[in-house]
């Protein structure tokens, strides 16, 4: 191990996904002449990002509604393709690489979803639902498949006896639980974890997070994990990253962040978050609005609602800039010094 | 208002194993009498058809059997040769009217039944493989759909069966031409919304082929709605080939069908030999009914706001 | 100065008769409001903190029945008065805010039209009058421009947006209680932060009690007076905010606390409450919380009660008490 720079497990390269592009038929270019109808409008779900992730880290990503977090992590898992940009898994784009291979690596980066009742198919017995993409790849013969199956559902901390049933029949924690044993069953080597405990109870979800926990020390998995909760990021991650708006505003190792954020809006963020301790709080600073991904102001995307805006934020859009070690910050305030 | 309370309430009932899902259907579809007559009337008739051969004195169909000379008798007279009673009467050419329904049953059903099976499949697929290929290939089948959907179908019916010509696979490719649109539509709309669902999202994930995902994720949770609408097209099948029977196209003319025999006995009507027409209605009236209960009770249990 | 507090709800039982049996979603449920306090109801799901809310509100319908105690709102029991008083109260005098506005909401009206509407329902104003009070209201809650809200629909707002419309109309009449049941819970941080300053204000100002339902502690510790948490349909510690967050009694209470992640050492296994959320179908006889508490003894198969351990501080438990070792099992 001794390469001097490694290669990131995870690469995406100034990717963006704009949705809202509808195809036109045949009679929408003269319909649109004579204004009838209006081409479609185009929403910015993620604009320009770039962000590495290496093996064995869990980087927490971070942000509001109309972020971009959940399609940034759909193009992470190969879910979604994204309109321009590169995604590169240990350095190699997919599109480049030939059929099977690409199979392979796609299977490397699975993704763990938020709603436990959506998320698993209600026809489905647990053994096919875990079963069935690793006996479609050839990874366990049909004689083990059991076996197999059973494995992987004890792993996630479910007993092997349940295999047969229907999800319907089970809790929504036992069935994120499902739901990560489907995952884990073809040997990924990164999960991507889209709000992944939101819609638990407060109880299951640390049953659920310490499974991530474990699974990360027994696997060696790498971690991107999508959430809303900062205090949960702030226990799993080792890096934090934050977007507003379909970009990303900050991004710092986890004790950095929560001690020194330099982005307002993390400052705000992290202002805001109720926390146990405080009684009787005043709530509140930040003002406005989270603006519709749909017409995004102008340069900044914060500025309206930032307490520190100025006139160059209207105009121009901040570049990510390093304000520490592994510290990266688009704010032009981190100019003025 | 009460749908979140009861939500909330019941939640944590879920963690306790249930039953499958089809013994609780099964449950829930008998519990409502009406569709246990339903499904008890569509049993007994099922069985009647099926067994017509050993239930009835007379095979309406063999020409040989017929006699002339019992024409048009009243409901519970003898036959010429004294062996059994026409309970129901017979019709213009002879035939035994209460065999001759169980026969024309047969038919009646296996029209039914065979043309929405063969429309279900053909149309299903063809909803849900536009949902999921999306595009042009969607515009182009959905057009299609509308176009079908647009004509009155007696219309249409009668053009492919006056061009076809007489026979019961003729009346069953009409009637698969037909019906496989609304199949298709909704199982189009089913499979959009199944296609959301972010089961679909993590087979891709899992790498599972397209193919695989249409047929073995999608199509399965489209069923419910399209089970409702089999039914009740079954009915509607039944209705349009007696329809057109009683037009004088469809079924051949020495093996009457419920429709045909309605239409024979239209003529006896004002003379007085009402039975000629009435009992074949009847039988056909309670067929379509016994459909309809059993249709409209799945329609009501794979409604998913339904109040338990 | 009224001794008589606003609310009192005693022995409260809403059972719900499914098919699969009889669900105890309330069962006994007894607590205390003055007016302009505001009370945290913290449970997770099934514990029954939502029912409790729609039960006073008199929103419970089939397959779920108030079957015994007394809800008294000033003095009169809301059980036992006739439907056209009680269309009087609700609305008027006790209002309810839900997580999702759209049940608050008619997504075909206008705003104004459904304020305007919610004001002449109970009050004789004229259609201006109750314009100008509609959009001082939203004014009130920080809704920038509010004329042009008013016209507008609701989906043509956004979800904070919404929640706040749906806030102020449960607000327009001013009335003595509200009852929110988890309404931040759907909105993003900055902007429940905003909508729970709001009410404090507006709480503050007009001297209106709130029962604020949630399974967050976190907000609840900032925002309420007193915390009730329950658990399997009943209350298993009730008393003031200081009192419960800073030393809790009940096992329940104390593995909440602890499985926070805040409350957790980076990097560390959370400290978890063992086993899954209780089935209401089959309760035992004793203590629910029972089958997950590492404290349990041969007495916790029976019922324990609602005992007073300190002024105003009262828990459900055979073995209250600090800090106990809670399991870190996986």
Redesign the interface.
Known sequence: MTDAIKVPLMRVSHVSKTFGHV?D?ILDPWLQKLRLTRPSALTRAVDDVSLDIAKGEVVGLVG??GCGKSTLG?MV???MEPTAGQVLVNGQDLKTLPRHEA?AA??K???I???PY???????RVRDIVG??PR??NMVSARGLDQYVSEQLERA?LSASLRN??P????G?QRQRI?IA?ALA?APDMLVCDEAVAAL???????I???F??LRAQLGLTYLFIS?????V???SDRVVIMYLGRIVEQAP?AEIFSKPNHPYTQ??LA????????????????G??P?PLNPPAGCHFHPRCPHAMPRCRAEVPLLKAVAGGHLSACHLNDQT | MSQPVTESAVQAVIAAPRPSLFRERLADFFSSKRAVIGFTLLLLLAFGSVFAHWLTPQNPYDLMQLDILDSRLAPGSANGAGTYNYWLGTDGQGRDLLSAILYGLRISLTVGVGSAIIASVVGTVLGVLSAYAGGRVDSFIMRTVDLMLSFPSILIAMMILAYLGKGIGNVILTLVILEWAYYARTARGQALAERQKEYVEAAKSLNIPQWRIMLRHILPNCLPPLIVIGTLQVARAITLEATMSFLGLGVPVTEPSLGLLIANGYQYMLSGQYWISLFPGVALLVTIVALNLVGDRLREIFNPRRQR | MSTTPLLQVRDLRTHFMTRAGQVPAVDGVSLQLESGRILGLVGESGSGKSVTGFSIMGLVDEPGRIVGGQILFKGQDLLHLPQQQLRRLRGNRISMIFQDPMMTLNPVLRVDTQMIETLRAHEKISRKDAWEQSRDMLGLMGIPSPEARLSAYPHQLSGGMRQRVAIAIALLLRPDLIIADEPTTALDVTIQSQILSEIQKLSARYGTALIWITHDLSVVAGLADDLHVMYAGKIVEAGTVDQVLDNPQHPYTQGLIQSLPANNVRGQPLRQIAGMTPNLLSLPAGCAFASRCPRRTAVCDTMPELDELAAGHRVRCYHPGAVPEMEVAL
């Open positions: 195809s038929g509001e509604s759909r898992a190969g879910i199979e796609r299977l980066i699975q993704m979803f938020q709603d959506a998320s698993l198919n209600p026809r489905m069935e993409s479609l790849h901390g049933r229907f319907h029949q089970f809790s924690g739901g489907r073809v109870d407060v109880s299951i979800q640390a049953q997070l310490n499974l926990m474990q809303h909760d900062l205090g949960v702030e226990h799993l986890v705000a963020l805001e978050i109720p926390k146990m301790r405080d009684r009787k709080k005043v709530f509140s600073i930040i003002k609005e989270i519709s």
